[in-house]
């Protein structure tokens, strides 16, 4: 199914959602939730980026799924943790060349909670240019632990510490430069870790800037699953179908109250029962 080319001015955000072929709870819950704004508010362009499965019946399935939708976008890139990267090089190419003029783009994973309207929101009363957003990361320095599932050799990566970069699991890169980023990824050599690729060495190399952005959640579940939780935050991590769907409906509700189990402490608590326990 071929998908619309938008012109200037038509896009404001475009959200772009890097997802397994096999993530099908996921992509439906936000459907149902922070994505189906896009469907009430035509600046706010929602899409999901696909790579190849092996399991055929799953790839299959996704395919249909799209041809109900329209949202999905299939690239010829094999699903396995070493190839995310690519699929942020996909997905900024088809920013570029299918959304002239959109002025933000936010990349954001499956798993996470997302405050749109307050995203948007902040966006309006403060225009960004020549920057990617997020909770930033200073002064990491590559694994060189030999048993590692993160380890980056001297031939991989010879500098002790990266550059700044925006933690993976959301960031936003404003409009301006997606272009150039996407031609970053042509010259600077490719990195296995997309956010560290994509927001730190080939942000590095246009010369945009990495910004802070309190609201965005740094890669670990830092808060309870409710809604009320996330009224004056952007992004939250690490959150099931079920848990994002009822937590977008207490946002919704302005006089919801978390339960007690919700609560930080006291989940973690939980989770930590069950670790030990069962």
Same mark, same amino acid.
């Given at each position: 199914?071929? $998908?619309?080319?938008?012109?200037n001015?038509?896009?404001?955000?475009?959200?772009?959602v890097?997802s397994?072929v096999?993530?099908?709870?996921? =992509?439906? %819950?936000?459907? =149902?939730?922070w994505?189906?704004i896009?469907?009430i508010?035509?600046?706010?362009?929602?899409?999901?980026?696909?790579?190849?499965?092996?399991?055929t019946? $799953?790839?299959?399935? %996704?395919?249909?799924?799209?041809?109900?939708h329209?949202?999905?976008?299939f690239?010829?890139?094999l699903?396995?943790?070493?190839?995310?990267?690519?699929?942020?090089?996909?997905?900024?190419?088809w920013?570029?060349?299918?959304?002239?003029? &959109?002025?933000?783009?936010l990349?954001?994973?499956?798993?996470?909670?997302?405050?749109?309207p307050r995203?948007?929101?902040?966006?309006? %009363?403060?225009?960004?240019t020549?920057?990617?957003?997020?909770?930033?990361?200073?002064?990491?320095?590559?694994?060189?632990?030999?048993?590692?599932?993160?380890?980056?050799s001297?031939?991989?990566?010879?500098?002790?510490?990266?550059?700044?970069?925006? %933690?993976g699991?959301?960031?936003?890169?404003?409009g301006?430069?997606?272009?150039?980023? @996407?031609?970053a990824t042509?010259? &600077?050599p490719?990195?296995i870790f997309e956010?560290?690729?994509?927001?730190?060495?080939c942000r590095? $190399?246009?010369?945009?800037?990495?910004?802070e952005n309190?609201?965005?959640?740094?890669?670990y579940?830092?808060?309870?699953?409710c809604?009320?939780?996330?009224?004056?935050?952007?992004?939250? @991590?690490?959150?099931?179908? =079920?848990?994002?769907?009822?937590m977008?409906?207490?946002?919704?509700?302005?006089?919801?109250?978390?339960?007690?189990?919700? $609560?930080?402490?006291?989940y973690?608590?939980?989770?930590?029962?069950k670790?030990?326990f069962l």
């Amino acid at each position: 199914m071929r $998908h619309k080319t938008y012109s200037n001015g038509e896009v404001f955000l475009l959200i772009m959602v890097p997802s397994a072929v096999s993530n099908f709870e996921q =992509r439906d %819950a936000i459907r =149902r939730t922070w994505g189906n704004i896009s469907t009430i508010k035509p600046t706010v362009l929602l899409k999901f980026v696909l790579g190849k499965s092996k399991d055929t019946v $799953h790839q299959s399935l %996704a395919e249909t799924e799209n041809s109900i939708h329209n949202d999905i976008l299939f690239e010829e890139i094999l699903e396995t943790y070493e190839n995310l990267s690519q699929k942020s090089i996909a997905l900024l190419r088809w920013a570029s060349a299918n959304c002239n003029g &959109v002025k933000y783009l936010l990349k954001i994973d499956d798993d996470m909670f997302l405050n749109l309207p307050r995203l948007l929101n902040e966006l309006n %009363a403060h225009p960004k240019t020549n920057t990617i957003s997020g909770c930033i990361v200073s002064g990491a320095s590559p694994f060189r632990f030999a048993f590692s599932k993160w380890k980056i050799s001297r031939s991989e990566y010879k500098n002790d510490y990266y550059p700044d970069y925006i %933690a993976g699991t959301a960031y936003l890169i404003s409009g301006d430069i997606i272009s150039n980023l @996407h031609r970053a990824t042509q010259n &600077v050599p490719y990195f296995i870790f997309e956010d560290v690729y994509i927001t730190g060495l080939c942000r590095k $190399h246009i010369g945009a800037v990495a910004l802070e952005n309190k609201g965005f959640n740094c890669g670990y579940r830092n808060r309870g699953p409710c809604g009320n939780n996330f009224r004056y935050q952007i992004t939250g @991590h690490h959150y099931t179908p =079920r848990e994002i769907q009822r937590m977008w409906l207490e946002l919704q509700d302005r006089w919801s109250n978390c339960r007690l189990v919700d $609560h930080y402490f006291i989940y973690k608590l939980v989770d930590l029962f069950k670790y030990m326990f069962l």
